[in-house]
T-cell receptor, first 117, second 116 residues
Framework: AQKITQTQPGMFVQEKEAVTLDCTYD???????LFWYKQPSSGEMIFLIY??????QNATEGRYSLNFQKARKSANLVISASQLGDSAMYFC??????????????FGSGTQLTVLP | NAGVMQNPRHLVRRRGQEARLRCSPM?????VYWYRQLPEEGLKFMVY????????ESGMPKERFSAEFPKEGPSILRIQQVVRGDSAAYFC??????????????FGAGSRLTVL
């Protein structure tokens, strides 16, 4: 079974609008962390936001927020007021703290976001 | 304060040759991770190293691939007798401590290997 599922291969959003990128995860560990990274066309991986499984509040970092629904095992990324520079591939990733994968991140297949002028 | 430095950024090899990819972690980081990204896919974990130790190599192919992180110098990912299927982007990441809590991996820009 996929540990991280990103069901949207591609998304389009109008500049200045908000967009939600979906991410669902699968783990039996009670303690885990969820991450979003951005990969622009230049190829580097840029950290955006982190959510811990025990965090009571949804994480926010500037225009990025994470809609964490623990019971649904979803960790959707919300980008408000989209900018042309937001066009990139976005990856959701998970760290499981008690299983053998505590030492690494497991990534989803990514969502290609295109912001339209 | 330089980030994670990877070189070369682009490497072209013919089938059967060797590829060596280098990674210098961020200053103060002693934990290094290598990931591989095949075209149109997400990153797949390969190996996790600390200085002079391989901690987790569960993602490394059993043959032709090896990694090291010596006491002095960069971490090296070595691929012997490359095949076309090895063509991918190889990312190095580092962290100051073992991955836990809000500890974030900082990635390099990647090394793109093309096997002809």
């Amino acid at each position: 079974a996929q540990k991280i599922t990103q069901t949207q291969p591609g998304m389009f959003v109008q500049e200045k609008e908000a967009v939600t990128l979906d991410c669902t995860y699968d783990t039996s560990d009670p303690s885990y962390g969820l991450f979003w990274y951005k990969q622009p066309s230049s190829g580097e991986m840029i950290f955006l936001i982190y959510q811990g499984s025990y965090d009571q509040q949804n994480a926010t970092e500037g225009r990025y927020s994470l809609n964490f629904q623990k019971a649904r095992k979803s960790a959707n990324l919300v980008i408000s007021a989209s900018q042309l520079g937001d066009s990139a591939m976005y990856f959701c990733a998970m760290r499981e703290d008690l299983s053998g994968s505590a030492r690494q991140l497991t990534f989803g297949s990514g969502t290609q976001l295109t912001v339209l002028p | 304060n330089a980030g994670v430095m990877q070189n070369p950024r682009h490497l072209v090899r013919r089938r059967g040759q060797e590829a060596r990819l280098r990674c210098s972690p961020m200053k103060g980081h002693s934990h290094v991770y290598w990931y591989r990204q095949l075209p149109e896919e997400g990153l797949k974990f390969m190996v996790y190293l600390q200085k002079e130790n391989i901690i987790d190599e569960s993602g490394m192919p059993k043959e032709r691939f090896s990694a090291e992180f010596p006491k002095e110098g960069p971490s090296i990912l070595r691929i012997q007798q490359v095949v076309r299927g090895d063509s991918a982007a190889y990312f190095c990441a580092s962290s100051p401590n073992p991955l836990s809590g809000a500890n974030v991996l900082t990635f390099g820009a990647g090394s793109r290997l093309t096997v002809l």
